[in-house]
């Protein structure tokens, strides 16, 4: 009953990258005959929230999960366990660089070493259906191409060290809206070109885990959905693992019989006893059972949790100063500049440069709900510049008017443990009578998972607050039960707050926030109590927050306007709230408040070299847009975000992103924009007429098409080649030939679309078929090879259940962005053979 086989312990030691062999089928069968009923049915459920169940028998350990992709948050929800704090994932799909993004990947995969992890929760392979969606950072992009090649890229990297990649939330999980009950209806075409077709070149990379969303889809909850089974399985050849979303197993038998493998979390179920019994009494086949363990097992064996007893990998440090460098790089890799009047780069004659927002100086790095990470820092657009300008130039911060927004929780900025007198609160666990059962120091008060000892009946944070500034303060705690907030034993909000909501986001990560206004005198310390007791079901969560008096409008306008005014150049930033891009609910619009949007316009009125960088994971409205002097997206650029805006900003490093999605003017003029479903349902009545394709086929013009951005220099689009026929089901490559006629070396990302008429079924207006990136010295030419694959050319035939490539003549289109395309090629699609 002991060790393995050595054979079989030599391959699963020897798999780091995806691709191996792995253990043979007849070694796991060896394994499962090791196992009862019992014990094979007690490792398809968590041990715990982010472990799976042990098993020596088999010489099996546990495997620990985390979320990503932002970074590896580990197993604890705790500020003083950090973790690196990459780009959001649409900055990663701004970067159209499939290499960067697997050096990213390896670096998430180093992470992941670091702190026991086994499995990262990412890429999220959904897409940028809506603008409106609430988890829009989180994804790559609308198209399923760019989707495609970026997670495969992330895929390889985070695999490449032997840690499992999961791709999620397999499939349509678009929108965040009744997410955990809506049911998606999509055309059968639309499901296999547009949203399954990111999952399906993540199979082909070699992803080991895919994670089933919350959503249904066609009637089927996808924990129950024969799409596990077919294309996933029987059609892609996936052999790895299907856990759950957390907690989207609600039912026992129909998600037993599906393609599900793992359900999370655990201890508590729906499988357990019910499985067994289920297969006792002949309602689901032991088969089903053994395969479930089969896949879990090879998982194992494919991260190193199979083999001999107490056996684990060797943890590989992260080198602080490489990986800086490397999310530095990232930031500025996918910074899009969307327009450009000659303000940027700043050159060396900016002596004094007003830097104008709040968003300046707490630039917002990165988006709310599961993905989040505690950063080792963070590098905000102000830090950033004044260290990049230290001894040239002068850095005047004005914040301007504040962002409408909850108050941020408590920090050491702002207050101290009352017990201990250092920086931070002081937390502590209460019994009923309210004695005390644990305390600690920490340095936030944001408490997303507290101890709870037996007995644990209320938590409590406390702090001792030093105001800065006289008047009224806004007070807050977030959660869910009866909670109170006092100051100076006086309570000034004690109320019972009920759970509005089953969504796990909401409960665990991102509780609603209530609110009391005290007025506070500087430099008058206050002692600030705040108790939340723990109902049954709330959670424990608690957020206990502080926000100074909002400033005068008018006065913070005139001063950013007079700082502007007086400087050589202006940067001014403003972007989305914690609260409005974030997990758990999808936006209503797509404005900014009326403030910030009054901040830029006084700014560029003031200077005429101001550049505007908007600081959001997703489309905004600009109304100001050809106001300013040049306008930059930073979407939530990571914890060194500060730092690589100011290369960018500078000239010190290029501007390297292209659009992932395309921008409206106003939210009004979006093709495709619901996420709110009708009775329960949304219909995806757009079929495959997503992103750039909607915009097309309804014949409108974004303000910024997909596809574009501009560097520092420009470039000319000469010449595309390449053969005149093709045959069906076989891929080809196009050239094209660019100049760059500017006067700085640049990197053009070169795309290639396709567009087919008067054929026997529907297309798009165009699509996108590939990419790559050139680059040049000024006045130099380069030709870009631009791989077209098969499936570029190919339809989901509804009625045959299968791939067909039509043929006919095809137009092969070229150029910087879905909007701008000069060259055209004709090209022949000949009939297979």
């Known amino acids: 009953m002991g060790l393995l086989p050595l ?48 098993e020596p028998a088999v010489g099996l ?32 799909g701004a970067m159209w660089d499939d290499g960067l993004v697997e050096r990213l990947g390896a670096l998430l995969a180093a992470e992941a070493r670091r702190k026991g992890v086994d499995v990262v929760l990412a890429p999220n392979l959904n897409l940028h259906r809506s603008p409106l969606a609430g988890r829009h950072f989180e994804c790559f992009s609308e198209d399923p191409e760019l989707t495609g090649r970026t997670g495969a890229a992330l895929v390889r990297g985070i695999q490449g060290q032997g840690v ?40 082909e990379a070699g992803v080991l885990v895919v994670m089933a969303g919350y959503n249904a889809v066609g009637g089927h909850t996808m924990s129950a959905s024969p799409l596990l089974s077919r294309p996933l399985r029987s059609e892609w050849g996936f052999d790895g693992l299907v856990v759950s979303d ?20 655990g201890p508590e179920g729906l499988w357990g006893e019910n499985l067994v019994r289920a297969v006792e009494d002949g309602a689901v086949p032991r088969g089903a059972v053994d395969d479930k363990v089969r896949h879990l097992l090879r998982l194992a064996a494919r991260v190193g949790a199979l083999g001999e007893p107490g056996e684990r990998r060797r943890t590989t440090a992260v080198r602080p100063r490489t990986a800086r460098a490397l999310l530095r790089r990232a930031a500025a890799a996918g910074t899009v500049l969307l327009a450009n009047r000659g303000a940027l780069p700043l050159g060396r004659g900016t002596r004094t440069l007003a830097v104008v927002g709040a968003h300046a100086a707490r630039t917002r790095t990165q988006g709310g709900g599961s993905a989040g990470v ?46 201990s007198g250092r920086p931070g609160v002081l937390l502590r666990v209460l019994d009923a009578s309210g004695a005390e059962l644990h305390a600690e120091h920490r340095s936030t008060g944001r408490q997303l998972e507290p101890p709870l000892p037996p007995g644990a009946h209320t938590v409590e944070i406390s702090a001792r607050l030093r105001p800065r500034v006289t008047g009224p303060w806004t007070l807050g705690i977030a959660g869910f039960g009866r909670m109170r907030i006092g100051l100076d034993g006086h309570d000034v909000l004690d109320g019972a707050f009920a759970r509005h909501t089953d969504d796990p986001a909401r409960v665990h990560v991102d509780p609603p926030v209530h609110s009391a206004v005290a007025h506070l005198t500087a430099g008058r310390r206050v002692l600030l109590v705040a108790r939340r007791e723990l109902a049954p079901g709330t959670g424990r969560a608690t957020v206990v927050s502080a926000a100074p008096p909002r400033p005068d409008v008018r006065e913070a306008l005139t001063a950013a306007a007079r700082a502007a005014a007086a400087a050589d150049a202006a940067v001014v930033v403003v972007g989305t709230t914690a609260h409005s891009e974030s997990e758990g609910h999808d936006r209503r619009d797509l404005a900014l408040d009326d403030t910030q949007n009054a901040l830029v316009r006084a700014v560029a009125a003031a200077n005429p070299r101001t550049v505007a960088v908007v600081n959001s994971g997703g489309p905004v409205e600009l109304p100001w847009r050809d106001e300013v002097g040049a306008l930059l997206l930073a979407w939530f650029p990571g914890q060194e975000g500060g730092a690589g805006l100011a290369d960018v900003l500078l000239g010190r490093a290029e501007p390297g992103g292209r659009l992932p999605t395309t921008w409206p003017t106003v939210l009004a003029d979006a093709p495709v924009s619901r996420t709110r479903p009708v009775g329960g349902r949304l219909d995806y009545d757009e079929g495959l007429h997503v992103g750039h394709r909607a915009w097309l086929h309804r014949r409108r013009t974004p303000a910024y098409w997909f596809g574009h951005g501009l560097g520092y220099t420009t470039w000319a689009y000469e010449e595309l080649t390449g053969p005149r026929e093709v045959a069906a089901g076989q891929p080809f490559t196009v050239r094209v030939r660019v100049r760059n006629t500017g006067s700085r070396p640049g990197r053009e990302v070169v795309q290639v679309y396709l567009a087919r008429t008067g054929g026997a079924v529907e297309y798009p207006h165009r699509w996108l078929a590939g990419h790559t990136a050139v680059r040049a010295e000024p006045g130099g030419t380069v030709t870009a090879s631009v791989h077209v694959p098969a499936r570029a050319l190919r339809h989901w035939s509804v009625q045959e259940g299968a791939w067909r490539t039509e043929p006919g003549p095809c137009r092969v289109l070229a150029g910087r962005s879905a909007g701008d395309l000069p060259l055209v090629l004709g090209v022949e699609v000949r009939a297979g053979t």
């Not at 820092?377 to 040239?392: D, K, Y």
């Not at 941020?408 to 702002?414: E, F, H, I, K, Q």
């Open 374 to 419: 505690f950063p080792q820092h963070e590098v905000s657009v102000l830090e950033g510049l004044r260290t990049a300008l230290r001894g040239r130039a002068d850095v005047v911060h004005v914040p301007g008017p504040a962002p409408e927004e909850p108050a941020p929780a408590l920090g050491t900025d702002l207050c101290t443990d009352p017990r």
């Open 246 to 265: 957390w907690g989207a197993v609600r039912t026992a038998l129909d998600t037993a019989r599906a393609g599900l493998d793992l359900a999370m979390p």
């Open 7 to 54: 054979r079989v312990r030599r391959l699963q030691l020897s798999r780091g990258t995806v691709g191996g062999t792995g253990p043979t089928e007849d070694d796991l069968d060896r394994l499962l005959e090791k196992l009862t009923l019992r014990a094979a049915v007690r490792l398809l459920s968590g041990a715990s929230t982010w472990r799976t169940a042990a």
């Open 61 to 92: 350990r546990e495997m620990v999960l985390s979320d990503g992709p932002a970074g590896v948050r580990g197993e604890a929800w705790d500020e003083r366990r950090t973790a690196l704090l990459l780009p959001s994932a649409s900055a990663l």
């Open 164 to 203: 499992a990649a999961a791709a999620k939330h397999y499939v349509a999980n678009d929108s965040e809206t009744e997410r955990l009950t809506v049911d998606v209806r999509v055309g059968e075409r639309a499901l296999r070109e547009v949203y399954l077709a990111p999952f399906e070149a993540a199979v």
